[in-house]
């Protein structure tokens, strides 16, 4: 079993900036490639930005690349997601996920554990 917690959501002013934080624990945490996902009202999970154990490969929905960054230190077992120019749209539920295996996945039913998710709202 690997637990995961979210940090760092919060309201802020588009254009503005947040990083989320989520800690792992459990298992190995190297062993893992590591996503975040968000959830809107009345929509769909959708993929924001994954990476893989060592951090080499990283894979970014469209919606959100040159905004946001995904990065691990595995010797803190932590995932992070700076987002910054945020937009009204970016509002939603963010949650970080863990994949075990060698692949970087982009689809949400492909993850493993799953954190309890962390609100980001970002106000016009």
């Known amino acids: 079993q690997v637990q995961l917690v979210e940090s760092g959501g919060g309201l802020v002013q588009a254009g503005g900036s947040l990083r989320l934080s989520c800690a792992a624990s459990?298992?190995?945490?190297?062993?893992?490639?590591m996503g975040w996902f968000r959830q809107a009202p009345r929509k769909e999970r959708e993929f924001v930005a994954a990476?893989?154990?060592?951090?080499?490969?990283?894979y970014y929905a469209d919606s959100v690349k040159g905004r946001f960054t995904i990065s691990r230190d595995n010797a803190k077992n932590t995932v992070y997601l700076q987002m910054n120019s945020l937009k009204p749209e970016d509002t939603a539920v963010y949650y970080c996920?863990?994949?075990?295996?060698?692949?970087?996945?982009?689809?949400?039913?492909?993850?493993?554990?799953w954190g309890q998710g962390t609100q980001v709202t970002v106000s016009s």
């Open positions: 996920a863990a994949s075990n295996g060698l692949e970087v996945k982009t689809l949400h039913y492909l993850y493993d554990y």
């Open positions: 459990g298992r190995t945490f190297s062993n893992y490639a």
């Open positions: 990476i893989s154990r060592s951090g080499a490969v990283i």
